[in-house]
């Protein structure tokens, strides 16, 4: 079974700087997905960023970018020039190469960005 | 706009009592889920369905029942046999080929 560990329960940063956040999986497939979802107080849960694993080129969205490591099973997200809004939490989340698109979850990391 | 609704947004139930809550997506998805969330935890799963009529049990399946009689529509009973309902549940679907996974806004269930 595959398994995501967020080991950072709360981060915070100063607004305008750059944060990292940590995640690690353990798989024994050599093809799958990697995603980070973002949900703020709303609850909403919001798509950051995606990584196909046979990808080795890191996936980046605007302020947001993936430190992936296949090798080490490690898959960080960087925030860059941190706003306000960027206030979440983090979930990393699996997926194998498959069709049911069963994906699990990280138990999250809280960000705060403060002013 | 496509996507997908949850309904309703706070929910209350009785002791013994069995509540259901509504998913629908019009974003044409074959794949429909619905996750638990306990604060400060992440995404358990409950129940998933890959195609209508179809449906299978995920980690934390006791104490609930599913139905997918539409594509459109997943909806979730809370049974009287689930000892611990409260929590915030979000529904999901995903379309074909390894697509990432687009949520609700979540139902928060709480027992009277």
């Known amino acids: 079974a595959q398994t995501v560990t967020q080991s950072q329960p709360e981060m915070s940063v100063q607004e305008a700087e750059t944060v990292t956040l940590s995640c690690t999986y353990d798989?024994?497939?050599?093809?799958?997905?990697l995603f980070w979802y973002k949900q703020p107080p709303s609850r909403q849960m919001i798509l950051v960023i995606r990584?196909?694993?046979?990808?080795?080129q890191n996936a980046t969205e605007n302020r947001f970018s993936v430190n992936f490591q296949k090798a080490a099973k490690s898959f960080s997200l960087k925030i860059s020039d941190s706003q306000l809004g960027d206030t979440a939490m983090y979930f990393c989340?699996?997926?194998?190469?498959?069709?049911?698109?069963?994906?699990?979850f990280g138990a999250g990391t809280r960000l705060t960005v403060k002013p | 706009d496509g996507g997908i609704t949850q309904s309703p947004k706070y929910l209350f139930r009785k002791e013994g009592q069995n509540v259901t809550l509504s998913c629908e997506q019009n974003?044409?998805?074959?794949?429909m889920y619905w996750y638990r969330q306990d604060p400060g935890q992440g995404l358990r799963l409950i129940y998933y369905?890959?195609?209508?009529?179809?449906?299978q049990k995920g980690d934390i399946a006791e104490g609930y029942s599913v139905s997918r009689e539409k594509k459109e529509s997943f909806p979730l009973t809370v049974t009287s046999a689930q000892k611990n309902p409260t929590a915030f549940y979000l529904c999901?679907?995903?379309?074909?080929?390894?697509?990432?996974?687009?949520f609700g806004d979540g139902t928060r269930l709480s027992i009277l």
């Open positions: 989340a699996f997926m194998k190469h498959v069709v049911d698109n069963d994906m699990r």
């Open positions: 798989t024994s497939e050599n093809n799958y997905y």
């Open positions: 990584q196909e694993a046979y990808k080795q």
């Open positions: 974003l044409n998805h074959d794949a």
């Open positions: 369905s890959q195609i209508v009529n179809d449906f």
């Open positions: 999901a679907s995903a379309g074909q080929g390894n697509q990432p996974q687009h």
